[in-house]
């Protein structure tokens, strides 16, 4: 089971991250924040990953690099 939890609070984006993360549902993810980086431009993230049973890290990584290229912004993994 994989599931995302995603706040808005005091100018930062809080994303929790549940479960299996897989290369499929990473590339969900990914879609979410883009989502919302368009759409409110938000450029304070932290990403929680400290539930999360399995991790594609190459995935989730690649994710992070893509990130980083396109909005640059200020985002933290807490592990």
Not at 9 to 31: D, P, Q
Not at 45 to 59: F, G, H, N, Q, R
Request: charged share 30%; glycine share 6%.
């Amino acid at each position: 089971m994989f599931k995302t939890d995603i706040e808005f609070s005091k100018n930062t984006l809080y994303i929790t991250v549940k479960g299996m993360a897989n290369r499929k549902n990473i590339i969900e993810l990914k879609r979410k924040l883009y989502y919302i980086l368009n759409e409110y431009g938000t450029m304070d993230i932290m990403i929680d990953i400290k539930e999360v049973v399995a991790l594609d890290k190459e995935s989730f990584y690649d994710m992070l690099d893509d990130y980083d290229i396109k909005y640059g912004g200020n985002l933290s993994v807490v592990e």
